[in-house]
C-alpha cells in the first residue's frame, strides 16, 4: 500500500511515540551529562580534556594509568587524596611530581560513582574524536562543546511535539465544532494545508518562533565557524602510545624511513605494521613498553613465533588535518622548497608523547624557523610563511643548476619576458613564494 505524505502526517500516534522516544533519550544523555557538569564544577578550572593546563589533560587518562597497572580505584582514590594514591602505585608517585603546584584533595566529597561518571564522561569525548576518522576533514577544535549537540535534538523534538499537538487538537475541535453545527469538516485537507492555514492565522508567533530558530542556528554556525582550523595542540588519543622521541631521537630513525613518501607524493604516510615489526619482532621492550609493543603484534598478528593471519589493523588517529578544499603537497615543500619538518612539525625528535599539532608560539622557539605568527594550519600560516620564504637556487643562484629543474624554467621564462619585473623582486635579493605565486587562491583550493 502507498502511503501518502499527508497521510503519514496524520499517523499521530506514531509521531508522538517517536517525539517521546526523542526525549527518553535526551533523558538518557542528561544521566551522562552529569560527569560534563560534575567536571566542568569540580576539574575544569584546573583541567582540559585535550589539553594540558594547571593540571594534565584528563583525555585518556584511565587508558594510561590501566597501561601502567593503576586501575580506576587508584584513580578514584587519587581524587581523594593524591599522597595516599602515590602510595599504591610508582607510576603514580612519579605524577604527583607532574608540576608544582597540587590538585584539590577531594576527600570525601564526591561519591565513587560520581568520579567514574566523570571518567566515563572524558572518555565519551574520546569517542566522538574516533568518530572523525571517518569524517577525515572537520573541525576538531570545538570537541569540547559537542556535549551540546543534542540540545538541539531536543529542541527540535519538542517542537515537532508542539506543532502536532496543536494542529491534533485544533483538528479535533474543529471537526466536532463543524459535527455540532450540522455542517461538515473538511477532513480530506492535508495536514499541511492545514499548517499552513494555521501558520498564517497565528504569523505573529510563527514568524517569532521561526526568528529565534534562525538566530539559534547562526550563532551555532558562527561559533563552529570561530573554531575552524584552530588545531594547535591538537593531540588525539592514540591506540599505541608510539613516541617520536624514543624512535627518531634516541635511536636515530630518519622520518623517511616511516613517512616514506614524504619525498615523493602529496602525503607523507603513516607507517603500516610491517614497518614496526621490521625492528619490534626482535625488541619486545621491558616494563611498562611490553604492553603497547604487545599491541604491534596483536595488530600484526604474531604470537612471539609466528604469524597467525589473525591481524587487527592499528587506527591511528589523524593529528594534522586540513579541510578537503584546500591543497598541501608535502613533495612541494620538503624537496622543491626545501622547507623542513622541524618548520611545520616541531622538533619531533624530543616528542616524548602521541603527536600533536604544534602551537606557532612553540614552532617559533625553535632556531632556524622562520617566525610567524597565525595559527598553525590556517590559511594565515600558510600564506604568511608563503610572504616571507624565499625560494631555493633558481633564479638567484643561476650559475649554480640549482636542485630542481622546476624553478630554472620558471628563472629562464622570468628572464626571456618581463626583466623590469624580475629585477624589482630581484632589489631585496630574494624572490618569495608569494612572488612566484603562492598567494594564488587556485595553487591551494581546489
Ligand atoms: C586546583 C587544581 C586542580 C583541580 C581542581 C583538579 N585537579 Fe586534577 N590535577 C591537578 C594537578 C596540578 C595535577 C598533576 C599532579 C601534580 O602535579 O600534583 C592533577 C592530576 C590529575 C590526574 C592525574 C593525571 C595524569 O595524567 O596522571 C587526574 C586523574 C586528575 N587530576 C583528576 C582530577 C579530577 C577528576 C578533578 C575534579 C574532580 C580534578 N583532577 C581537579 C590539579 C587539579
Ligand atoms: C597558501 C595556501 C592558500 C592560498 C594561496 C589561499 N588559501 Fe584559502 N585556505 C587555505 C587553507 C589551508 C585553508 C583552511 C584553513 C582552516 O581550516 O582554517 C583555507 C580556507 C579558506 C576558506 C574557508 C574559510 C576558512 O577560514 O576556513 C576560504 C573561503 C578561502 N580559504 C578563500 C581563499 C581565497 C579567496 C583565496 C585567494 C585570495 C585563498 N583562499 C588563498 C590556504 C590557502
Ligand atoms: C618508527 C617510525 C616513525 C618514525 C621514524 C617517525 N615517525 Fe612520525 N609517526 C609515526 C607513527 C606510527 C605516527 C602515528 C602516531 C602518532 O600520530 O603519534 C606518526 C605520526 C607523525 C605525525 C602526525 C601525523 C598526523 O596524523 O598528522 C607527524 C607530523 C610525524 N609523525 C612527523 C615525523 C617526523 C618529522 C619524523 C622525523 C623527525 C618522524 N615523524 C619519524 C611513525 C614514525
Ligand atoms: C610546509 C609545512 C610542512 C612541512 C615542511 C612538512 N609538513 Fe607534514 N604536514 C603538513 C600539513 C599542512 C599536513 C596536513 C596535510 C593534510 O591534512 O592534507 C601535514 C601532515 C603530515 C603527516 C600526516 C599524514 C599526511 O601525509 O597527511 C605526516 C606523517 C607528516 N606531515 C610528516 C612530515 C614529515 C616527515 C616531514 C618532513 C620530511 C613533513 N611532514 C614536512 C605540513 C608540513
Ligand atoms: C628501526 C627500528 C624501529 C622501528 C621501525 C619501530 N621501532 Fe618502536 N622502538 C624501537 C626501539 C629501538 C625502541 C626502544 C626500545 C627500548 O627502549 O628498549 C622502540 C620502542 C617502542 C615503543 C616503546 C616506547 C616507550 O618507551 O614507551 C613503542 C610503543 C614502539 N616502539 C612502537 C612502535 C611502532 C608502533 C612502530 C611502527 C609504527 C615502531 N615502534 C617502529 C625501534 C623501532
Ligand atoms: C614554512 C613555510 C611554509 C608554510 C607554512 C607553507 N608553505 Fe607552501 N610553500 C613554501 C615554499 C618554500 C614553497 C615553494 C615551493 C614551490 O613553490 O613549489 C611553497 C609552495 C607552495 C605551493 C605551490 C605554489 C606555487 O606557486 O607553485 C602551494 C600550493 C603551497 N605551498 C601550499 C601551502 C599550503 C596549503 C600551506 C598551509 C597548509 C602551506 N603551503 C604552508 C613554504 C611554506
Not at 595559527?375 to 649554480?400: R, S, V, Y
Request: proline content about 2%; overall charge negative.
Amino acid at each position: 500500500m502507498k502511503i501518502s505524505s499527508s497521510q503519514m502526517f496524520r499517523n499521530f500516534n506514531k509521531w508522538r511515540l517517536s517525539a517521546l522516544t526523542v526525549l527518553f533519550l535526551a533523558g538518557a544523555f542528561n544521566s551522562q551529562a552529569q560527569g560534563g557538569d560534575l567536571f566542568k564544577a569540580k576539574c575544569a578550572t584546573c583541567h582540559k580534556i585535550f589539553d594540558d593546563m594547571t593540571g594534565p589533560k584528563l583525555y585518556g587518562v584511565r587508558g594510561r594509568w590501566e597501561a601502567k597497572g593503576a586501575g580506576e580505584d587508584v584513580i578514584i582514590q587519587w581524587v581523594r587524596d593524591q599522597d595516599k594514591a602515590a602510595t599504591m602505585n610508582s607510576y603514580v608517585e612519579g605524577r604527583l611530581k607532574w608540576s608544582g603546584t597540587s590538585m584539590t584533595k577531594f576527600g570525601g566529597q564526591m561519591t565513587d560513582e560520581q568520579i567514574i561518571s566523570i571518567l566515563d564522561w572524558v572518555d565519551d569525548q574520546e569517542i566522538k574524536v574516533d568518530g572523525e576518522e571517518t569524517g577525515g576533514s572537520g573541525s576538531e577544535g570545538d570537541s569540547d562543546e559537542s556535549g551540546l549537540g543534542w540540545i538541539w535534538y531536543v529542541v527540535g523534538g519538542l517542537f515537532i511535539v508542539i506543532i502536532l499537538s496543536v494542529g491534533g487538537v485544533r483538528r479535533q475541535l474543529k471537526s466536532a465544532d463543524a459535527e455540532a453545527s450540522g455542517g461538515s469538516f473538511d477532513a480530506s485537507m492535508s495536514y499541511a494545508d492545514e499548517f499552513k492555514q494555521w501558520a498564517w492565522v497565528n504569523r505573529k508567533y510563527v514568524g517569532l518562533g521561526g526568528l529565534v530558530i534562525v538566530v539559534g542556528l547562526i550563532v551555532t554556525l558562527f561559533l563552529g565557524l570561530y573554531s575552524i582550523g584552530i588545531m594547535e595542540g591538537y593531540q588525539p588519543s592514540q591506540p599505541i602510545e608510539f613516541p617520536h622521541s624514543v624512535h627518531t631521537g634516541e635511536n636515530g630513525i630518519d622520518c623517511r624511513y616511516c613517512h616514506n613518501s614524504v619525498t615523493e607524493s602529496k602525503t607523507a604516510g603513516i607507517p603500516s605494521v610491517n614497518v614496526c615489526m621490521n625492528c619490534h619482532k626482535q625488541i619486545k621492550g621491558e616494563g611498562a613498553q611490553v604492553a603497547q609493543i604487545q599491541k604491534i603484534y596483536d595488530a600484526a598478528g604474531w604470537d612471539g613465533k609466528k604469524y597467525t593471519n589473525v591481524t587487527k589493523p592499528i587506527i591511528w588517529n589523524k593529528v594534522h588535518v586540513l579541510p578537503d578544499h584546500v591543497y598541501f603537497n608535502h613533495k612541494q615543500h620538503v624537496v622543491v622548497g626545501e622547507v623542513d619538518c622541524i618548520q611545520c612539525h616541531g622538533d619531533m625528535t624530543k616528542m616524548t608523547e602521541t603527536a600533536m599539532v604544534q602551537p606557532v608560539s612553540e614552532l617559533n622557539k625553535i632556531e632556524g624557523n622562520i617566525p610567524l605568527t597565525k595559527a598553525t594550519l590556517t590559511m594565515g600560516w600558510c600564506i604568511e610563511c608563503h610572504q616571507e620564504k624565499a625560494i631555493t637556487d633558481g633564479p638567484i643562484n643561476t650559475k649554480d643548476q640549482g636542485k630542481n629543474g622546476y624553478y630554472n624554467e620558471i628563472h629562464k621564462r622570468l628572464m626571456s619576458g618581463n626583466k623590469a619585473l624580475y629585477s624589482e623582486y630581484l632589489e631585496d635579493d630574494k624572490v618569495t613564494v608569494k612572488e612566484l605565486g603562492g598567494w594564488e587562491c587556485a595553487k591551494c583550493h581546489y
